[in-house]
Each structure stands twice: as structure tokens, then as C-alpha cells.
């Protein structure tokens, strides 16, 4: 386990689990412990779920969520924490009460909305609590498109709709990053590029701090081996910043890892359809890297590109 100044590292995830073992706690765990951090786990959720989709959910009791937060919390405590899967409006509130009460860090809330087979996993009048209770708590929200257009109300389908989304939820938040990923970028516009260089066909995930745009490109994977990038990008974070990495370098060593996770998962014959990532893929914490500028992920390094820096119009 990776220690600092004798203190060993650890995270936390509030999460659901995912039987498959792609995605939630399981895929939360595995990166916490690629990065060598010592991981403990509030589960909200049970799935029975497989590659091809969720069978069925069978949500915690509320109480019993904030229980698992207080034994945690009070005892082995943690560097950073992510929240996942989370299902209904009363868990919701259940997490936030618990983070107000027992404060953590570094907070990162990945809202799960939808599972990969297109299952819901959130309740449809839990977004607006979501928004109220637990966004103000957040030190980081890592949405993806269609997630980030729940959140915002409203339709993303250019770059410049995705930059004023970026701002509407960096509101929510009360100072925290706001990360909009890129890989539901749909074809019409992702030939576009945000940042006002030529890297295409690339996956951009924008990163909004209030003050300056960051642009994270890593080139496309083809591969059907994407189940549970989501958590695992957001576990990553989690991870890199319990290691002590600024939070533009956290955000860069999670997509760095989880590119290469794709990548080396691309002929994995794990279940027939939407199969996992290889969660023991090399994992760095880069350091260096500073807001406002555009990075390429090449050749396994982020270089820094020429293009538009700080604040698009």
C-alpha cells in the first residue's frame, strides 16, 4: 500500500455493486488498489447484472447506508471518497447528511444515472436532490453527456453547449470542478474540435474550474470492452488525489488509466456484450500538468497541444 510520511492512503467508495465485477464497488476497489491506495466501501445497492445488461436492483436501506458511512468515517477514515450508484432520492440524502456529518477532503460525485445497457439506475424525482444536496458537497462531478444534460435540462450538442454546461454545473457545486466527458460525443460534431487544435478523432474530456477550460484527449478505442468506465475513471480521481496529485493531475492520471484499461481489454472474451476494462492496467499519478491548457495522451504521455487556452467565448 502506498504510504505518505507513514500514513497509508485510503479512499472510499459509496457505490453500488455490480455482480459482473465491471463497474461499481468491484471496479472502484480494483483501481483504488492499482494505484496502491487502500480502499473501504458504503454500499447503497445490489445489481444482478451481467455484460448484456441489469437483471434486477434491490436498493439498501437508507439508514443502514448511513451506518456503513459512520463505521467508516469515524474509524479508518479517508483521503478522498467518490459517491456512484446511489438509486433513489432518501440514499441521496442519506450520503449527503453522512459527508456533513463525518467531512471528507476530497469529495467526487459521479452521478450514475444510467447503467450501459440503458437500465436506470437513478429515480427520475431523485436529480433534483441530487443537484441540491449533494452537488454543494462535491470537490469534483464527472458526468457524462447524457448525465450532464439530466443535470443542466437541456440538450448538448455542440462544444459550446457543452462548455455552458460545464458552467451551469460548476454552480451546483460551490467551487468544484466540473468534468464533462467526452465519449457520448456524437459523430456530427466530435470531427469539431473544443479547444481550437486538430486532434480528431480523439475522446475530449473538458474540465471547467470556474476560471479556465482544460481540455484531456485521448484517441479513440474501438472496442465493446466499456462496462463500468464511468466508476472507474471517477475511482481514479478519487485514488490520484488521495495520493497527494493536484486535481488537474488526478483528473489527467484518470484518463490516462483508464484509456489503457480499454485498450488492453479490447480481445477479452469476458461475457457477450458489454464487457469490462482490465483494471490492472499500469497506473501513475503524472504531476506537472496545469489548468487552462489542451493535453493529448500519446504514446502512453500527455503532451501539451497547441490550441485556445483559458475561457472560450
Same mark, same amino acid.
Given at each position: 500500500m502506498l504510504r505518505v510520511n507513514g500514513h497509508v492512503v485510503r479512499a472510499l467508495t459509496v457505490a453500488g455493486s455490480d455482480s459482473g465485477g465491471g463497474a461499481?464497488?468491484?471496479?472502484? #476497489?480494483?483501481?483504488?488498489?492499482?494505484? &496502491?491506495?487502500y480502499g473501504a466501501s458504503?454500499?447503497?445497492? #445490489?445489481?444482478?447484472?451481467n455484460t448484456l445488461?441489469?437483471? &434486477?436492483?434491490?436498493?439498501?436501506?437508507?439508514?443502514?447506508v448511513r =451506518?456503513?458511512?459512520?463505521?467508516? #468515517?469515524?474509524?479508518?477514515?479517508?483521503?478522498?471518497?467518490?459517491?456512484?450508484?446511489?438509486?433513489?432520492?432518501?440514499?441521496? =440524502?442519506?450520503?449527503? =447528511?453522512?459527508?456533513?456529518?463525518?467531512p471528507v477532503r476530497a469529495l467526487i460525485v459521479d452521478p450514475v444515472m444510467v447503467a +450501459? &445497457?440503458?437500465?436506470?439506475?437513478l429515480d427520475a424525482d431523485a436529480v433534483s436532490v441530487l443537484k441540491q444536496r449533494l452537488l454543494p458537497l462535491a470537490s469534483v462531478v464527472t458526468p457524462n453527456l447524457p448525465e450532464a444534460e439530466a443535470l443542466v435540462g437541456g440538450r448538448i450538442v455542440s462544444w459550446d453547449d457543452c462548455h455552458q454546461a460545464a458552467r451551469e454545473l460548476f454552480r451546483f457545486?460551490? &467551487?468544484?470542478?466540473?468534468?464533462? +466527458?467526452?465519449?457520448?460525443?456524437?459523430?456530427?460534431?466530435?470531427?469539431?474540435?473544443?479547444y481550437g487544435g486538430s486532434l480528431v478523432p480523439h475522446a475530449v474530456d473538458v474540465v471547467f474550474d470556474g476560471d479556465a477550460f482544460t481540455y484531456f484527449a485521448a484517441m479513440r478505442i474501438p472496442s465493446h470492452r466499456t462496462h463500468g468506465t464511468g466508476c472507474t475513471f471517477s475511482a481514479a480521481i478519487t485514488a490520484a488525489r488521495a495520493a497527494g496529485a493536484s486535481w488537474i493531475?488526478?483528473?489527467?492520471?484518470?484518463?490516462?488509466?483508464?484509456? =489503457?484499461?480499454?485498450?488492453?481489454?479490447?480481445d477479452w472474451d469476458v461475457g457477450g456484450g458489454h464487457g469490462p476494462t482490465d483494471h490492472s492496467a499500469p497506473a501513475q499519478v503524472v504531476h506537472g500538468l496545469s489548468a487552462g491548457r489542451c493535453y493529448a495522451y500519446v504514446g502512453g504521455t500527455w503532451e501539451e497541444v497547441a490550441g485556445r487556452r483559458g475561457n472560450p467565448v
Open positions: 461499481g464497488i468491484q471496479a472502484d #476497489l480494483k483501481t483504488f488498489a492499482a494505484f &496502491g491506495v458504503v454500499i447503497t445497492g #445490489l445489481t444482478a447484472q445488461g441489469v437483471q &434486477g436492483v434491490r436498493y439498501v436501506d437508507p439508514a443502514f =451506518e456503513q458511512m459512520r463505521s467508516v #468515517l469515524t474509524d479508518i477514515g479517508a483521503d478522498a471518497a467518490k459517491t456512484g450508484m446511489l438509486g433513489s432520492a432518501a440514499i441521496i =440524502e442519506a450520503v449527503a =447528511e453522512g459527508f456533513a456529518e463525518y +450501459k &445497457g440503458g437500465e436506470p439506475l457545486t460551490g &467551487g468544484g470542478l466540473v468534468v464533462i +466527458k467526452g465519449g457520448h460525443v456524437q459523430k456530427d460534431w466530435a470531427g469539431q474540435s473544443p493531475d488526478a483528473i489527467a492520471s484518470a484518463k490516462a488509466f483508464i484509456s =489503457e484499461a480499454i485498450r488492453r481489454a479490447q
